[in-house]
């Protein structure tokens, strides 16, 4: 179905700081991202704090540094609801005034009790109420010291419907949500009814958010409406499940997204990885961060339940190591490199990511592979010399030594003087290649010898042979 969209679409981001961004809330943040970005509108970051005893700035931090690492800065924001309390307040003031809300004096154990009243009669448990007021209708009297919670005073007939952009119509019908609490005795707003005020005054267009929200949506239009504001349409996006087919959890890795970072994962990767958990466009699995904003809609969002897939993962991010130019590839590895103690100066390194990289799923598994070249030289262990330095294939080495001086050192140079070796001695390649492994890289594996050789450079390569 074609939408009609406003002449600027703001979407916003608004996680709660009580965490480090995980890998369902950075999707989140990029579908509302890339929809903002396609439509060239405007994305919002918003920090939802009001949990002040669990909410932190080492949070607030992380979610930050986990979107920029992302490439997911926001036009506007970061905003903080507790700087916002001035204007919340001045809301609860004008609906209380305008009548849209109320105060209610009943205490947390009254209400439960008129809950399980009403489980008892079959009904649905519910505040029934006691202070709402109405017309002809006289409240009882208010409990002497008790401090009063705002209730918001919900329609009572009718239903609260919308065109959600991923699930379709929803609708519920408006004697199953009673009169909302939307601010507690000591006068701090709710979360339902923060979100409606942020909503209203940033002039979100379009909420992208998870489905575990759907049951708050029809309290928040209420409550918009109430306040005479125009709704944003509303998408509600499936949650992520682990291979098991459980819902995802930190033993499936959903840890903090910056995590990724640490194992070596590209930010470009972890973007497509990302939007195509729950997203996409005919059958591509690999696109760029451009690509996605030029094709990114909500009409081919996914109205089912994503998987988490970390070999799928380890593919893609293999794809995007292969095709970055070895020189930024370089700028990526190198602190890797230094973190392990090698230098990252000791070799050509570029050359030798270019060597590497087809075999690397990961940054951290290259900058493995790159301390072949970047640490310290570590003779082979005496199990490994005595399989394969045996007196034949020192004999063969030192033949491979002697005629080394005079030649080319290159990868071609080098494979050419193996060949002539072989065929002056009639051996297979086992026989050179595995013990000039060992002699020279203390290793019975590598890749290509002719190359490994070349980047180690002659004078390395006949110090270690005539070390043996």
Request: charged content about 25%.
């Amino acid at each position: 179905m074609t939408r009609q969209t406003p002449s600027v679409v703001r979407t916003r981001f608004a996680p709660s700081p009580t965490g480090f961004l995980h890998l369902g809330g950075a999707r989140t943040a990029l579908f509302s991202w890339a929809y903002a970005r396609h439509h060239r509108g405007v994305f919002v970051l918003r920090i939802e704090d009001t949990d002040v005893e669990r909410s932190s700035q080492q949070a607030v931090d992380a979610i930050i540094d986990s979107m920029a690492w992302l490439g997911m800065q926001p036009d506007e924001g970061p905003f903080y609801q507790m700087q916002r309390m001035d204007r919340y307040r001045a809301v609860l003031a004008g609906m209380l005034q305008a009548g849209t809300a109320y105060h209610c004096y009943c205490s947390p154990e009254e209400v439960e009790a008129m809950r399980e009243a009403a489980r008892a009669r079959g009904d649905k448990p519910r505040y029934d109420g006691t202070w709402r007021p109405e017309p002809g209708k006289v409240l009882p009297p208010i409990p002497e010291g008790r401090k009063p919670v705002i209730r918001f005073k919900n329609p009572q007939g009718g239903a609260t419907a919308w065109n959600d952009l991923i699930k379709g119509p929803i609708s519920f019908d408006n004697t199953e949500l009673d009169d909302l609490i939307i601010a507690r005795p000591d006068g701090t707003p709710t979360y339902n009814f923060c979100v409606v005020v942020d909503d209203m005054d940033m002039r979100i267009t379009h909420v992208l958010r998870g489905d575990d929200h759907v049951n708050n949506t029809p309290r928040q239009i209420n409550i918009l409406r109430a306040l005479g504001a125009t709704l944003p349409e509303y998408g509600h996006v499936p949650m992520i499940l682990g291979p098991d087919g459980q819902k995802l959890s930190k033993r499936h890795g959903a840890v903090n997204v910056m995590e990724y970072d640490k194992q070596g994962y590209l930010p470009e990767a972890m973007v497509n990885y990302l939007a195509r958990l729950g997203w996409s466009h005919g059958d591509d699995e690999l696109f760029t961060r451009e690509q996605l904003v030029q094709w990114f809609d909500a009409d081919h969002l996914s109205k089912s339940a994503s998987q988490w897939d970390p070999k799928k993962l380890n593919w893609v991010n293999a794809h995007y190591i292969r095709q970055m130019p070895e020189t930024e590839l370089a700028e990526r590895v190198a602190p890797r490199i230094a973190a392990r103690g090698g230098n990252p100066q000791a070799v050509d390194l570029p050359a030798a990511l270019a060597l590497l990289k087809d075999r690397a799923e990961t940054l951290e598994q290259l900058a493995d592979g790159a301390m072949l070249f970047c640490a310290p030289y570590q003779s082979a262990s005496a199990e490994l010399a005595e399989q394969h330095l045996t007196p034949a294939a020192r004999e063969v080495l030192a033949a491979f030594a002697a005629q080394a001086q005079n030649t080319e050192w290159t990868k071609e140079g080098i494979a050419a003087l193996i060949k002539t070796v072989l065929a002056e001695r009639g051996l297979k390649m086992p026989q050179l290649a595995i013990p000039l492994r060992v002699a020279v890289t203390g290793r019975a594996q590598t890749p290509a010898v002719d190359a490994v050789l070349a980047l180690l450079g002659k004078q390395a390569v006949l110090a270690r042979l005539e070390a043996i």
